[in-house]
């Protein structure tokens, strides 16, 4: 019973599409986001959705669109993919519960990216 | 500009001594301090935290210490086992930025027989 399951686990895609990551959570969180794992190995946000209202938007091309239709799963749609957006994508959960105090972010096993 | 350094990319400790990483942060706002362990093709699992308010934090074989007058936290864990071996990422946060987690850029750890 994974609690944060990414799809797919690789992609392999010409430069120009267009593909989608799917996220999916199932330990009742309120939050989900969007991190970014670049060749250098460094962990940075992308997006994060708080009860399907986007609350964070780092500075992403708007080529990127996260998409979420309940508050268990929060999807990223990528357009127009370029050589840069290879990089491993890790979706993650937290509880935002007022008077829960700082919760941990829970993390999916990542999607390897690789643009040709 | 990075907030969260990690200065050690790698350390190597032999089993049952203890292994120490460390971490320094320069945003004073961080107010939350996590550590994850990350095996390769997976996602980083968390370890365990630290809110600004304690400055000792211990779970198990994990401690973690915070002196935020020095900017600084350490990971210790002992006695440290083989299964330890992965990368280490500490992640801070600060109340009102919305969970937003910036990491460090990792310190692999082997732990050799």
């Known amino acids: 019973d994974t609690a944060v399951s990414q799809t797919p686990k690789y992609l392999v895609t010409q430069m120009g599409n267009d593909k989608s990551i799917k996220c999916e959570q199932n330990l009742g969180h309120d939050t989900m986001y969007w991190y970014k794992q670049d060749s250098k190995k460094f962990l940075k946000i992308m997006f994060s959705y708080n009860n399907k209202e986007l609350i964070i938007n780092e500075t992403v091309p708007n080529r990127f669109s996260p998409k979420s239709p309940d508050k268990a799963h929060l999807n990223l749609h990528i357009n127009s993919l370029e050589l840069g957006d290879s990089a491993v994508y890790f979706c993650a959960s937290s509880s935002t519960a007022k008077g829960a105090g700082a919760q941990p972010q829970h993390f999916g096993d990542g999607t390897r990216l690789s643009i040709l | 500009d990075q907030q969260v350094k990690q200065n050690s990319p790698s350390l190597s400790v032999q089993e049952g001594r203890i292994s120490i990483l460390n971490c320094d942060y320069t945003n004073s706002m961080f107010d939350y301090f996590l550590w994850y362990k990350k095996y390769p093709a997976e996602g980083p699992t968390f370890l365990i935290s630290?809110?600004?308010?304690?400055d000792k934090n211990e779970d198990g074989r994990f401690t973690v210490f915070l002196n935020k007058s020095a900017k600084h936290l350490s990971l210790h864990i002992v006695p440290s086992q083989p299964g330890d071996s992965a990368v280490y990422f500490c992640a801070a946060s600060s109340t009102g930025t919305a969970s937003k987690l910036t990491f460090g850029t990792g310190t692999r750890l082997q732990v050799t027989l």
């Open positions: 630290i809110s600004s308010i304690k």
